[in-house]
């Protein structure tokens, strides 16, 4: 079992950066893949970036990539969302999410592919 917990979201100006932190409990954190979903209000929920167990393999979606950088440490059981640059359309609600190893590089922006979920984190960015 692995529960995920968000911090590090909150209101920043167009251009802006914040920076997402997911807590992770369990032994086997460095056996998991991570990642991030947002979901903006009145939209589908969506992949934004996933990291695999050693952090040498890394997925964003296109409208973030340049910006976004995703990141982990095992030994502290954290992995990190670096968003630099935000804009407005990056308003949404982030969720940490966690799964068993995946070993097909398109699994990764599935969320069927992630067995656990975090309560999320809210990121308004004003323009």
């Known amino acids: 079992q692995v529960q995920l917990v968000e911090s590090g979201g909150g209101l920043v100006q167009a251009g802006g950066s914040l920076r997402l932190s997911c807590a992770a409990s369990g032994r086997t954190f460095s056996n998991y893949a991570m990642g991030w979903f947002r979901q903006a209000p009145g939209k589908e929920r969506e992949f934004v970036a996933g990291?695999?167990?050693?952090?040498?393999?890394?997925y964003y979606t296109d409208s973030v990539k340049g910006r976004f950088t995703i990141s982990r440490d095992n030994a502290k059981n954290t992995v990190y969302l670096q968003m630099n640059s935000l804009e407005p359309e990056d308003t949404a609600v982030y969720y940490c999410?966690?799964?068993?190893?995946?070993?097909?590089?398109?699994?990764?922006?599935?969320?069927?592919?992630?067995?656990?979920w975090g309560q999320g984190t809210q990121v308004t960015v004003s323009s």
């Open positions: 990291i695999n167990w050693s952090g040498g393999s890394t």
């Open positions: 999410v966690a799964a068993p190893p995946i070993y097909l590089s398109s699994s990764y922006y599935s969320e069927g592919s992630y067995n656990y």
